[in-house]
């Protein structure tokens, strides 16, 4: 009888013990690529490129089919990522650039996912590419909640792939091999993901990470090393040779090389990315960090057209309407996919119409964080594991501010779009029914005059004046 009680008496202990105990926090893995298109990855129908790694992130998780970036453009849609607000309220919204090397840094009272997830106790790390302030500045990344950074920093320097230097923390790390940009011998993307890597041989599963890698693949310049991955693809293509910036005595930072084969070096170029993607999951697995680690696969805007690259040619906007820059739907809707075994279910898909502002919020959640209470986001934890009910934005908003200002509004099906924003803050905007037209290939703003002065009205009251990033005369 007395074992039986002593029996009875653990079980209880262990019971209470279990509930007072929180729930094991994820390690959250997000990776970035730059300048992919909605239709550039196997999942959303590309047949000319392999992607099995990232296809795989989507066959053992979840796809969302209609989640958005931030903008169309690299540092607003990573300020928006960064911030979990919408390019209207977000600190940094246009590429900037400041001297003598970065963009416009975010400002020190700017709360960031990594600040967020650092005081929940997380080990923050970035790799890849920055452009949200220079080392020094209040936008450097160690100021703004990563622990550690390599790669670069400012996003011009970052149209070299061959570039004669990178930054690791608030190291300048000279590429001996590049001499200047005379030589191609050391290929930054490879060195920053061999970074990668490194730091998650580091881990041992004791204390959770967020691990950042906006990775620079398949960023305008089309170059890759001559291996077995471009081999793959060499002369599988109809070619145009494009002429550009050569590497050598007096190569510039900015510009793309000449490339013969920009078809087949684009295609290895998401191939290498997709290798990158797969060893980071082996790494997981080998570690034992595979089963509680959260990894989330998107991009941060749609499909560029420098240096050669076609993407008609690879239907990257996967059948929408627009390429980067551009607010219709190939400039800003991302492939976007999340992977967290035992947590979400294997080969599931979600019609949640979501952005990158939602991206802090729910990560917050999943560390037990407090999320601020400025932001746009909502968190996507109850889509993400199928558990709870998903609240819904009213709408969704964004604005770009070259090629005359732009801004877009989503309201369920309804779309609006306005340019010429800068000189004509209150102009008239397009109006489309994604429902029946996902293309955007008509506006019947004049058959739906009610529906596009309200639409009209969201931009305007989203729209918070930035002294940095106006409309019109503010």
């Known amino acids: 009888m007395k074992k039986l009680l002593f029996l009875l008496f653990i079980t209880f202990s262990v019971s209470i013990q279990a509930q007072a105990q929180p729930a094991r926090r994820p390690n ?3 990776i970035l690529a730059d300048d992919l298109g909605y239709g ?3 999942f959303n129908g590309q047949k000319l490129i392999k992607t099995p790694n ?15 970036a ?5 540092a607003p849609s990573r300020s928006s990522l960064m911030t979990g607000q919408h390019t209207g309220h977000t600190y940094i919204r246009g590429n900037k650039e400041v001297k003598p090397e970065g963009q416009e840094p975010i400002a020190a009272s700017v709360i960031t996912v990594a600040e967020v997830l650092k005081q929940a106790g997380y080990t923050t790390a970035a790799f890849g590419k920055w452009g949200l302030g220079p080392v020094g500045s209040e936008g450097d990344p160690l100021k703004q909640g990563f622990d550690r950074f390599y790669g670069y920093n400012c996003q011009a320097l970052a149209h070299r792939y061959y570039p004669d230097h990178l930054w690791d923390n608030e190291q300048k790390v000279v590429l001996t091999g590049n001499q200047n940009l005379e030589k191609t011998n050391d290929y930054a993307p490879d060195l920053i993901h061999k970074q990668a890597l490194n730091f998650l041989d580091t881990r041992d599963g004791k204390q959770p990470f967020f691990l950042f890698l906006p990775y620079t693949l398949p960023h305008a310049e089309l170059v890759v090393p001559d291996d077995s991955i471009f081999q793959q693809y060499k002369g599988k293509f109809a070619e145009k040779a494009f002429a550009g910036a050569n590497y050598g005595p007096n190569a510039k930072t900015g510009g793309y090389a000449s490339q013969a084969y920009p078809h087949a070096t684009f295609a290895a170029m998401v191939a290498r990315l997709d290798r990158y993607v797969g060893q980071v999951m082996a790494m997981l697995k080998a570690k034992g960090l595979d089963q509680n680690t959260l990894v989330i696969f998107s991009s941060d805007n749609g499909p560029h057209i420098e240096g050669g690259a076609d993407p008609t040619y690879f239907n990257s906007s996967g059948g929408l309407r627009g390429v980067k820059r551009d607010l219709y739907e190939g400039g800003i809707r991302e492939p976007f996919v999340a992977r967290w075994p035992g947590k979400i279910k294997a080969g ?20 037990g964080a407090k999320t601020p209470a400025y932001i746009d986001g909502l968190s996507i934890v109850p889509s993400l594991t199928g558990k709870g009910s998903q609240k819904k934005h009213d709408y969704l908003y964004w604005e770009f501010h070259e090629n005359g200002g732009r801004q877009a509004v989503r309201q369920g099906n309804w ?8 000189d004509n803050p209150n102009g008239p ?11 955007e290939t008509t506006s019947v703003a004049a058959q739906h005059p009610e529906e596009a002065r309200k639409l009209s009205q969201l931009m305007n009251q989203s729209h918070v004046a930035s002294p940095l990033f106006p409309f019109g005369k503010e």
Do not use: H, M, N
Not at 348 to 367: C, I, K, M, N, Q
Not at 415 to 422: F, G, I, M, S, Y
Not at 429 to 439: G, H, M
């Open 28 to 30: 959250i893995i997000f």
């Open 40 to 42: 550039d990855v196997g």
């Open 54 to 68: 990232i296809d795989r992130l989507a066959t053992e998780g979840i796809q969302f089919k209609q989640f958005y």
């Open 70 to 74: 931030g903008t169309s453009v690299c």
């Open 348 to 367: 599931s898909r979600s019609d949640y119409v979501g952005a990158f502002w939602d991206v802090l919020p729910t990560f917050a959640e999943l560390a």
């Open 415 to 422: 779309k609006a779009v306005r340019l010429q924003a800068t």
């Open 429 to 439: 905007v397009e109006l489309y029914d994604l429902a029946k037209d996902p293309a």
